[in-house]
């Protein structure tokens, strides 16, 4: 078992006059084993993100455990927890995420300045070359298609070659050909060991997927897989 | 991939936003070491015309231009002469309350060697002398002998070379400090040589500006007051005792030039601490309304697995380090100016102008320096905060 | 781009030297017909502008970028002899409240200064264009 979240809720206070608690999440359990490819599918608004930047300490839940192996992830400090996340997670943001003052290269690298790693560079160029961006490598981010930028983002994920990848929307601006590379990529970071958790509304997201879960109004509900 | 190399391509790669703030780094540290420098040089300059000067009273002759000559000669380095009768200086001698006193004679040679501009000549008594040879700062040995003279620190002549005045090849056997004022141009000698010099000027024909032989006039006399006697009493005493003297204070001569330059010192001020206040301000709205601009940017930090800390300190270091290049562009600049043409200020505003010495200046330019990289830093702190903590779920979220 | 730009700013340097050396800085000029000590001073600073402002114009026209930093060399060494013409190589004025003393020589100091750093930071980026292009 990887990641265990367990009677995870969160509420939000509403800015508004009424200052009402909306209540995004509420009782909700997941497990994450390594290998495997995790799809939560369901309308945005759902709360899916929510879930997604929960378990990966992005976001801290309102009540609830976080554990990755046997660290209860809100135990940590600031620094512990951003240490772990550098090494042990791959994080694919919705968007366009890439930093505008840094190459395509460097931008893939980006997570090695923070816990560094030797074998860095020809790990970015590795990447670069699976993921089709060898030619664009000294390019600066302005100059590539919103494919391009998706891929960037996953090959950043992968540098550091984490335990697990969240990726959250990762195929929302791009044609089902474009979706389908991404999806493609993603299973095959699970197959060499990597858990994948991929938020999303695309349908066809579960031919990919080893598990499908499907978020309504705050809980999970499983759809596929054990 | 470093920080560091992260933080280089974030200050090489932005170039306007980088070119903007090291131009207010500069223009600050520039204005507030300048500014410093002046002052200190202005005040310098007083200070030490007022030493070098050495007297607690000046007599010259009765009328009210020949005290603006002495403030020429003695300010804007301009060669003037006047004169009065020998005789004066043993009555002066007889006042009661006087210490010490020597008297000078001031001539104008009608060109030197090389350029055809006036030279100040000044006659003074090597024996009674006290406000001249304190200030030599290569000694000569022994009196001054004839056709020996000592030089302002102005004159280009150096002492064992020789400079041509009517014609007559004088020996530089001294130099003096500088003072930064007209006195720094001028050329001292014995009365002997004085003599020569008005002989040889007239055995060629050149129109001596003065007929009249120190052997019969003095053109102003220095005294030192003894200690216990009121400075003002004395003077008051020669005013009304001497026939055709004016007893000037040394103090209330320089005073008109004290005030001027306690308007501009003041002025001085209030322009460091508008610029250094101006420029605070203009950082700290920079780089206040950089901070919804970089939001997104920190956010993929933060999500990559920057630590709060991490990227509070990324943002202090960039700060941090365009405050050091800017404020050693702005020192820089500021000491192109104000050095070298710190003679051009002197004869431009008519003010004693002094630069202080190597340390001092280091400590002007320490304060520049610490004023700039206290200032830049501090007004980045409230930015700081703010894109360490980023909601960067949110903003992640937002889209593009 | 980057090296154009320093071309151009080595350009200006050299003709506010060659210019302004004889107009807005100039040493003390003549009086009576005869020319005073400075005099050789500001043309021998003309001459050295002269020729530094046809180096940079050569500097900027040449497409070669190893020529350019060859140049760029030659108009440091030149630039940084002629801080020294004034006072040091070639006498002033004697008193030091003339023109040639407060105007001329601090001017041609600082723009010959200027110039010297502009024409090693070219020099530099030269050698590290050339380095990259192994």
């Known amino acids: 078992m990887l990641i265990t979240a367990q009677n995870i809720t969160k509420s939000y206070q509403r800015k508004g006059k009424t200052k009402a608690p909306v209540q995004v999440l509420s009782n909700t359990d997941l497990s994450i084993e390594s290998g495997k490819v995790y799809v939560i599918l369901g309308r945005s608004g759902s709360g899916k993100s929510t879930l997604l930047n929960i378990l990966s300490g992005l976001l801290t839940s309102s009540t609830g455990t976080v554990r990755y192996d046997d660290t209860d992830i809100y135990s940590l400090t600031d620094g512990e927890l951003s240490q772990l996340r550098c090494k042990r997670v791959g994080y694919i943001p919705q968007g366009q995420s890439a930093v505008g003052t840094l190459t395509v290269r460097e931008n893939v690298l980006l997570p090695t300045a923070i816990v560094g790693n030797a074998n860095g560079f020809s790990r970015a160029d590795h990447l670069l070359e699976q993921f089709g961006l060898t030619p664009l490598r000294d390019a600066r981010p302005d100059e590539l298609s919103g494919g391009e930028l998706r891929r960037l983002s996953i090959a950043r994920a992968l540098i550091n070659s984490p335990d697990v990848i969240f990726a959250d929307e990762p195929t929302n601006d791009l044609d089902e050909e474009n979706s389908r590379i991404v999806f493609e990529q993603l299973r095959n970071a699970a197959q060499s060991g990597a858990a994948v958790v991929i938020v999303t509304h695309e349908l066809f997201a579960q031919e990919f997927a080893d598990v499908v879960y499907r978020m309504q109004q705050g809980s999970l509900i499983r759809e596929k897989g054990q | ?400 | 781009m980057k090296r154009l730009i320093i071309g151009i700013a080595e350009g200006i340097a050299a003709l506010v030297l060659t210019i302004g050396a004889f107009t807005f800085f100039k040493a003390c000029g003549e009086h009576d017909g005869k020319f005073m000590a400075c005099h050789w001073a500001q043309n021998a600073v003309v001459l050295a502008g002269i020729v530094l402002a046809a180096l940079a114009l050569i500097r900027i026209v040449v497409p070669n970028d190893n020529i350019k930093t060859g140049i760029s060399i030659g108009i440091f060494a030149l630039s940084a002899a002629v801080i020294f013409i004034p006072g040091t190589t070639i006498n002033l004025c004697m008193m030091d409240d003339m023109a040639c003393h407060t105007t001329f020589k601090p001017a041609v100091i600082v723009v010959s200064a200027v110039l010297a750093v502009i024409a090693l930071a070219d020099v530099i980026a030269g050698f590290v264009k050339a380095k990259k292009a192994q």
């Open chain 2, 1 to 400: 991939m470093s920080i560091r190399k992260l933080l280089f391509f974030n200050i090489v790669r932005r170039p306007l936003r980088t070119f903007a703030l090291l131009f207010i780094c500069i223009v600050m540290s520039a204005a507030v070491f300048g500014g410093a420098v002046i002052s200190a040089s202005l005040q310098n300059g007083i200070n030490s015309l007022e030493q070098r000067l050495g007297a607690d009273i000046i007599v010259l002759p009765e009328s009210a231009s020949e005290k603006v000559k002495l403030e020429n000669i003695l300010l804007q380095g301009t060669p003037g002469y006047f004169y009065m009768d020998k005789n004066i200086e043993n009555t002066l001698a007889g006042v009661d309350g006087v210490d010490k006193l020597s008297a000078q004679y001031f001539l104008v040679s009608a060109n030197a060697e090389c350029c055809t501009v006036q030279v100040q000549i000044i006659g003074f008594d090597d024996e009674t002398d006290f406000s001249v040879k304190p200030w030599l700062s290569e000694a000569y040995s022994g009196s001054l002998g004839r056709n020996e003279i000592v030089v302002g620190s102005g004159l280009s002549t150096r002492v064992g070379h020789t400079l041509k005045l009517y014609g007559v090849e004088c020996k530089a056997v001294g130099k003096l400090e500088s003072t930064g004022t007209g006195l720094d141009t001028a050329v001292y000698a014995s009365a002997d040589t004085v003599r020569d010099l008005i002989k040889a000027a007239e055995s060629k024909g050149i129109s001596v500006l003065s007929k009249q032989s120190p052997d019969d006039v003095i053109s102003s006399v220095y005294i030192k007051v003894k200690d216990g006697y009121d400075i003002d009493e004395v003077a008051a005493n020669i005013n009304l005792g001497i026939d055709g003297v004016q007893a000037v204070r040394t103090k209330s001569m320089l005073t008109g030039t004290a005030d001027k330059l306690s308007v501009i010192s003041g002025s001085v001020t209030v322009l460091i601490i508008a610029v250094w206040v101006l420029s605070a301000v203009i950082m700290l709205i920079v780089f206040t309304a950089l901070v919804n601009e970089r939001k997104r940017e920190f956010a993929v930090l933060r999500a990559v697995g920057f630590s709060r800390r991490k990227l509070g300190t990324q943002v202090m270091s960039e700060t941090l380090v365009i405050c050091l290049i800017g404020a050693v562009i702005g020192i820089a600049i500021a000491s192109a100016v104000v050095f070298p043409f710190s003679r051009l200020i002197e004869t431009q505003s008519g003010l004693p102008f002094l630069s202080p010495g190597i340390l001092t200046s280091l400590g002007y330019a320490a304060l520049a320096f610490g004023a700039v990289i206290l200032t830049g830093p501090l007004a980045s702190v409230y930015s700081a905060y703010r894109l360490s903590r980023v909601d960067t779920a949110k903003i992640l979220r937002e889209g593009d």
